[in-house]
């Protein structure tokens, strides 16, 4: 069975009409799994399969444009009439349950999630098989704990880099991927400055450097236009670019 992708969301730093912040369907055999949970993807998520019915959701890092809708999540779970049959695994940097509680003003919140969501702390290096789908998180560098995924069935590879600037640990998350889902937020960055995005030339290079079989790029900054960075990307690159696009899906294999 195939690996699949499916963009929900590709927008930073807010959503705007139909584009919503970052949010991912991974599918593979029969599991499914939510990978960002950007404002707007919770919508978008349900036009491919049902909430109450995900085998995990995986969070690269918790920014607003990147985990928000957990709190909606955690509504439709709770109050919407759509309970899980057992708590949704949620892999995402630890402190989840405090940031969730402190919105809802509920000191009691890792009690109040427990029957929805279980909560699971990434850290580097944390690896867990999701029916069949490995998926393999690797700090990178960013202003905040910040992951990026390696996720592989049976024989695919899909790379995706979260946010972060360039670093070694993407190179190795990436390293001939089937497909690099990779972010280009920033126009240029300032060499003084601790990288914590790509521009588009550093999206291109990094797929060269992997040696992928195609590049998707997302995440494209309020500086820039996605099909601009997706052009500039793809000139470093050589060879195939795409624009991710909400309801697209990438079939690996
Ligand atoms: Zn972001």
Redesign the pocket.
Known sequence: MSLALTVLGTA??HPQPDRA??GYLLAAGDARVWMDAGPGSLANLQRHTRLETLDAIWISHL?V??SADLLAAFYALAHGGLPAAAPIPVYAPAGLARRIGGFLDRPDMAERLAPHLALHDLYDGHSVTVGGLGLRASAVQHDVEAYGLRAEHDGSVLAFSG?TGPCPALDELAADADLLLC?A?SDRWDATLPQGHHTPEDTGALAARARVRQLVVT?VGPTLTPEGATARAAAVFGGRTDCAREGQTYVLG
């Open positions: 930073t730093p912040c970052s920014h444009d990147h946010d972010e937020e995440h």
